[in-house]
């Protein structure tokens, strides 16, 4: 009985805790993408836009707005956290490799990503958002995923008239880069 009741509350302990439980095993598994990865960062981006937006609109007047606010700022802290661990546990630790020829301007971008990331939260200011996804912009082109468009490309994409990777600015992207690829694992390292 009493074994039986630990064992409950430790799994309620678990399940209760605030810790995220991270999805990506670090195993070669075969069952993640860096698709994935590159969406949640687009995604986080999204998403800053309109917690700063929320932020700085807030009248701050009564209870429900005070209330919105203090969620608003919660979420950009919490979305930002979650972002620096996707560049620690994912970039870091899977993607870049001590002896490839682009390493040190990997690190860089990937510092850039971080310290904008540390910023955001400390701030509502919707150009540190701006710089973050330029950052984002030349840091996935080092790591180049095949067959990849971020919606937010996209969206920049149609505004200059072209449309995905059939457009001009498209083509150049996927076909304008001086770094080697290994085609056999589909862009995923673990």
């Known amino acids: 009985m009493i074994k039986k009741m630990l064992f409950t509350a430790g799994l309620l302990g678990v399940i209760l805790s605030h810790q995220p439980l991270s999805s990506h095993c670090q195993m070669p598994c075969g069952i993640y993408h860096d698709d994935m990865v590159y969406e949640q960062v687009d995604q986080y981006i999204e998403t800053m836009y309109k917690a700063v937006t929320m932020l700085n609109e807030s009248k701050f007047s009564n209870a429900k707005e005070r209330t919105e606010f203090v969620r608003w700022a919660c979420l950009k802290d919490d979305e930002s956290d979650e972002m620096a661990q996707v560049f620690l546990t994912y970039f870091l630790q899977q993607k870049v490799k001590p002896d490839e020829k682009d390493t040190v301007n990997k690190l860089v971008g990937i510092h ?47 505004a200059y008239g072209a449309t995905g990777a059939t457009g001009a600015a498209g083509a150049a992207h996927s076909h304008d880069h001086d770094h080697d690829h290994d085609h056999d694992d589909d862009g995923h390292t673990h």
């Open 112 to 158: 850039k990503m971080l310290f904008l990331l540390m910023r955001i939260k400390q701030n509502v200011d919707v150009d540190l958002v701006n710089q973050f996804g330029k950052e984002w912009l030349s840091l996935k082109s080092l790591f180049h995923a095949p067959e990849y468009e971020c919606k937010m490309e996209m969206i920049r994409l149609k």
